[in-house]
């Protein structure tokens, strides 16, 4: 093996096991601790025993006062860990340190100066945000309030966000220049000089040559003599780089002479990583340069790292507060196999936490504390030093390895842990690094305590448990939730099918038969299953899975509101309480407790699975529709002519607020669709999607959950009451829109049409205004509301595209209003076949209900297309007119538009059987979809998903929390965007439908790789 080479231990064997041993024992030994020393020389199980003894020498070093006694022992650690071999071509083999003295041939300097503008705004991504200003402080404090980040990180990535320009003219010299959290690229946009130095790798060079040429800084790239001429980037990109491990000396050689030709300050980064003992081979070699570097004084070099937070360490007592106060909140997964935390105190009051993990082994655990030894040793010598604690990053580095991909997913069950991007944690620590190079050195309490101040620690240090204690836990869970969550949701809904029939659909026939629709669509037979296994959820079901539980969830949530604790007594077999039923809990209701759920199901049959299965989400906490009163705008009908298409009057429900949300409202317009012809809408005004005459004045519990449930979901998710699914507005005032136009409230016809020998009317407009003021008087005249979210869903989400604007002036100025549209964008395109679709139906809707009359149709639109006015009843084309602030959510695979718009076969839209033009209609919808917001939205916030779905997951309790985009939930998005003013602006775009991992997706027949993109 050429260059860097571990000694030969007395056995000639170049181990790293005994190189590990020999670096610690020497460290005990410098600390008189010669009992440590002895243990560390006899262990036999170094690679899973190696934490236990570098804790020890860890706590000791620490508790050392005096700054010469401290010194001492890190330089001793240091040169034992410097004291390698090295052999090559143009060095005599030797020891490591002689061969950096050595003579060798000079690299050239290659320039590449950019010619693009500088960029001053640091822009941190996280959750399909992009922070910077007072959004990234926001995040910043609810990052350091949550835990996952200390105060004094959360001020210094405030301070430093402010002071990227700063950074133009200062010199960079950067080991590890394609470090996934390297500072590089965020540089050179600043107009920084960046002296780079990473392995020879043409296409990696290429891309940042190119970035470079459009940057405003310029690149600076060691080219080897031997190279022979360079006429263009390709060529350059082809030559550069060098090889740390081989050419350590002429890379030495020349970040020195860069270093010196620099006229401004210079920084020495090191971003170093590799796998295994390469790691400690490349961190010696980068300390030889540190220590050269040394030489151009304190006044013109700084130096910078990032530090590992899965270190042993000390951290402050207010962390030691936290943990105490996560302990008394965690969950049950937690308190069940997790171990506490016993961080010892130590002299100076910080106290000392044990933090290696071993999973990563003894060679990362070396590379890291030398260069904590090193951060330590030049802030001690008055040398400006950055080496804060870097958070837990999903980088190709970690995720690589399949178990640590699987415990990033997992470990956001143990709370305040949290991982993040790499693109999230590179901006961070640039943020920073750039307080670190701007603001005084502070004094600190101990030099090793350079590597623990501005942590950002993913939530480490104020976990309660040994997180070793929780690994196989939280690899569990990750696994659970990256591929297995929706074959065993599909599971346990199947296998709970046959408890549901004998429990339940004799006691509801109205949910008997619906049950008995979705047996015969999805499961092709007359009857419902009576022993569905789980060795048929593939052949029964196959790529149906996923409407098949959209549905069957759907009435599982009508169900669980008709079954009460004391009917569980008397229900068969087939569906019993696992323990008695608790008091303190509703029946069946998730709650976070020690004791758990009060229900769980016992599948039966030969393939049932053995143990108890806990089910707590298929029976959630009963509902309360008592809350919710009728309104019926007869005064409206009177005056104003506000009817339905039969003449009776409009109405909605309503659930007053309380509390903080006393004086916040949403409007919820209910959707499904429009009526095409005369004909049409006579036969829908005998329908509750076109009449109210049979809606009793004060309507009993379960009518009003007939109506509530009737459409997009119902009255759960975003309008839910309940605190722990809808955090945000559980307790706002609800309004619940009745649909009785056919129009998206748009229609506007002065008298009765007939229909044969009878009547129906066009007052969609009419409908609109009454319910908006009959709102404002309930508002009452204080002029103390604040807040209006006017929401709806299909057709009643085109009703926000098309009034929203419309409804802001209504409304008080003082009062804030926004949209949010659900799945209301009906795109203008052709079927697979190519034929027109519904744009001659809406065109025909729009002439027939008299919309060109209605004085909410935007008249920006209408000036647009003064020939083609049919068009403002298309959310595509207003939507470049509305002012006022909405966020979007659709799928741009949605299922009502694949079958009535693109006029795909079931087969297609559902099961994914497609030839190649449906296909390709597929993309299609989904490409215009997303450019036509991209495009035309610019200042708005959007979700878009790849699942094969229409509306419902805004109103479904388990899809508002869990569909995600970008890397944020629907919820999560939403809040963000409403409470703190950000834009969101997520796509998820997937090779083929459903792919979005947390669609309700089935684990047949689907093919293609998720992308995960963030479209600004």
Known sequence: MAGIQFPANEKGDRSTTSFNKEVFSAMANSLGAKDLEDKIKSEKDWRHKYSVHLDQVVERTLKLQDASALSAVLTKGLEKARSMDFESGSVAPGALSQAMTASAAKFTTSKVAGSGSVVTDLVVPYNGHQLKGSELEGQCDQWSSYGTMEADCATAIKNGAKKLGEMKGRTFLVLGAGSELGPVRPLLEAGATVAAVATRRPKRWAELIALARKSAGTLLLPVSPQSGEVKNDEDLAAVAGADLLTETPQILEWLLRCGREATGKVTMGTYLYADGEANVRLTAASDFIVEALKSLGKDKVSFAYLSSCSTSTAIPAEAIQAQEANFNTAGRWATMFGERQNCKKLDDGTFFLSGFEV??????????????????????????????????????????????????????????????????????????????????????????????????????????????????????????????????????????????????????????????DIGKKYLKRPGLPTRVQMGCLSSCLGPWLPAFLQELNE?????????????????????????????????????????????????????????????????????????????????????????????SPPGYFIEKGWGSGEQKWIVHFLGSGWCLSLEDCLARSKTPLGSTKN??????????????????????????????VNPDFYNWNKVFALYCDGSSRNSEVEGAVAVGNESIYFRGHRILEATIASIKERMGRSQSATDFIVGGCSAGGLTVYLHLDYIRRLMPQHVRVVGLPQCGMFMDQPDYTGKPSYTPLYANIFNLMGMVKSPSLHQGCVEKYPQEPWKCFMAQYVMPFIQTPFFAVNSFYDSWQFQEMLHLPGDCAFQQKCNRDQRASQHNLRDIMVMNFTSSAKNQSYFLYSCVSHCQYMNLDYGWRTLSVSGGTLQSAVRHWYFQKLTFRGVSILDEPNENPSCYKASTGLKGRAREVMVV
């Open 359 to 516: 999973l990563q082994g003894p060679n990362y655990a070396l590379a890291q504390m030398m260069r904590q030894w090193r951060a330590a040793l030049l802030h001690m010598e008055g040398f400006t030093v950055s080496a804060p604690m870097a958070p837990i990053c999903r980088t190709e580095s970690v995720v690589h390895n399949a178990t640590m991909a699987v415990l990033l997913e997992g470990i956001a069950h143990f709370p305040p842990q949290e991982s993040y991007d790499a693109e999230t944690g590179r901006m961070a620590m640039l943020a920073i690094l750039i307080s670190d190079l701007t603001e005084p050195s502070p004094k600190l309490a101990s030099p090793l305590h350079v590597v623990t101040r501005k942590a950002f620690h993913s939530g480490i240090w104020r976990t309660p448990f040994v997180m070793a204690s929780l690994g196989k836990t939280t690899w569990f869970l990750g696994k659970v939730e990256r591929e297995y969550m929706a074959s065993i949701l599909g599971a346990l809904h199947v296998m709970a099918w046959e408890a549901l029939e004998e429990a339940c659909i004799a006691k509801d026939e109205f949910a008997g038969e619906q049950l008995q």
């Open 695 to 724: 809606y009793s004045h004060d309507p009993n519990e379960t009518q009003k959950q007939k109506i509530l449930e009737m459409g997009d979901g119902g009255v759960h998710g975003y309008l839910s009451n309940r605190s722990e």
């Open 555 to 647: 009435i599982l949530e009508q169900l669980r509101r008709k079954v009460t604790p004391e009917k569980v007594k008397s229900f068969p077999h087939g569906l019993r309480p696992a323990r008695p039923l608790l008091p303190q809990f509703s029946f069946g209701r998730c709650r976070k407790s020690r004791r758990g759920p009060s229900l769980s199901f016992a599948p039966r049959g030969p393939c049932a699975m053995r143990s108890w299965l806990v089910l707590c989400f298929l029976l959630p906490v009963e509902g309360d529709f008592n809350s919710w009163s009728l309104v019926l705008l007869e005064d409206a009908l009177k005056e104003k002519g506000a009817a339905c298409l039969d003449g």
